[in-house]
């Protein structure tokens, strides 16, 4: 597939994300707060998207597999396009949560659909490719909080939210100039092709499973972050800039190692890279918990970041593996689907604790979860071997 594609597409990630992002963090946490939200209905409204990729992410992965990528894409830019322009509407946390559930829609088409679309495209190098293409959307991610809270500072909520509306018609604007001749075999024949091959064996769905268990603790802990990191410290609640650029430093790390870790992974195994990142992260989330310093805030986030730049860049090249080409998009929405459960979870779990505790007995808790995931993939990992 010619060049220019790939960078229509790292285009439209790096507008999608960012219009995402910038409607969040962090600036959702600190809308609802102003709104008058408590901390657990605070964590209620964070989950509220994620609940909707439960739902979302596995049937855009297998429509896709069928019916091609762009249109499922199409749906996904109208709801970037659409939803930021309702937020300035809202008066309550029901509301909001409401605006959050339509606004999911569209990152959990677009994740899996446009992975799909990588593995397509590359499939010797999908690892590096679809780093490289993390790295595009990471970069609008990576510019969103900052912009949203300097712009949050200097004018208002509604300002910020608009921006994010006008960053989401650009994306739907480049989605049209997708080809759209991405078209796999219809249901019958896909459902047939799929129950036939030998990769659906019983390795295959357990490799599966533990990789949306890496996956969903990892974004557990990285939706905890940042639901909550924004009120962890009274210089950030004070200083909504400063707690943007903590997370601009988070992502800058994550854009930079992920292409870098997604082509190791392609070399010596994804299986590797997976373990020690999600090692990685844990000893970062043990740091954020010991401390409310800003010093220690900031170096606990560098760690966390190295290693979700390791175990991401691997997991989705090892999924779309597992279930053949034929099952990209399906393959890629069962892990997105299973790592929105913890996501999602995340915010209501830890807002209920710090509800009866503190932030950093919160923290340690999400830790200690990380922990658990990793001790099982690598038994999952060890006795599949042995098979």
């Known amino acids: 597939m010619p060049l220019p594609i790939f960078l229509l597409l790292c285009l439209l990630g790096f507008f999608a994300i960012m219009s995402s992002t910038a409607s969040k963090s962090p600036t959702l946490p600190l809308y609802a707060e102003y709104l008058g939200l408590s901390p657990f209905e605070i964590g209620l409204v964070a989950a509220a998207s994620t609940i909707t990729g439960i739902f979302v992410n596995f049937s855009a992965g297998f429509l896709s597999d069928i019916y091609g990528r762009k249109k499922l894409l199409i749906v996904s830019g109208f709801v970037f396009m659409t939803a930021p322009f309702l937020y300035p509407f809202v008066s309550n946390g029901w509301e909001l949560a409401a605006v959050r559930v339509y606004h999911g829609i569209a990152t959990a088409t677009f994740v899996p659909v446009t992975t799909a679309l990588i593995a397509d495209l590359y499939p010797s190098k999908k690892g590096s490719m679809m780093g490289l293409f993390s790295t595009a959307r990471t970069f609008g991610r990576l510019i969103a909080p ?3 809270g300097i712009i949050i500072y200097a004018y208002s909520f509604r300002f910020t939210y608009i921006t994010c509306g006008v960053l989401g018609t650009i ?10 001749d991405y078209k ?16 659906l064996s019983g390795y295959a769905i357990g490799v599966l499973l533990t990789l949306g268990l890496i996956e969903a603790s990892t974004y557990f802990a990285m939706q905890s972050i940042e639901t909550f990191l924004p009120l ?5 609640a004070e200083n909504p ?5 903590i997370f601009t430093l988070q992502l800058s790390i994550i854009a930079l190692l992920k292409p ?11 299986i590797p890279i997976i373990v020690l990142g999600a090692a990685t992260s844990t000893i970062g989330m043990i740091i954020l918990s010991t401390s409310s310093n800003v010093v220690v805030i900031i170096s606990s986030i560098i760690v966390f970041a190295v290693g979700v730049s390791m175990s991401t860049a691997a997991t989705a090249p090892l999924a779309t593996e597992l279930l053949g080409e034929k099952a990209h998009g399906t393959a890629v929405g069962t892990l997105e689907t299973i790592k929105d459960v913890g996501q999602a979870s995340g915010p209501i779990i830890v807002g209920l604790i710090v509800s009866k ?9 999400v830790a200690l979860i990380e922990l658990i995931a990793l001790a099982i993939a690598i038994m999952t ?3 599949l071997r042995r098979k």
């Open 171 to 180: 994306a739907l604007i480049l989605v049209t100039f997708l080809p759209s």
């Open 381 to 383: 990992f060890k006795t």
């Open 357 to 365: 505790t503190t932030y950093n007995y919160a923290f340690l808790i």
């Open 241 to 245: 800039w400063l707690v943007g650029l």
């Open 184 to 199: 796999h075999p219809k249901t019958k024949t896909l459902q047939k092709e799929m129950s036939a091959d030998t990769t």
């Open 146 to 148: 900052t912009l949203a």
């Open 260 to 270: 870098v870790m997604g082509a190791t992974s392609d070399k010596i195994g994804r």
């Open 232 to 236: 962890y410290n009274v210089r950030f």
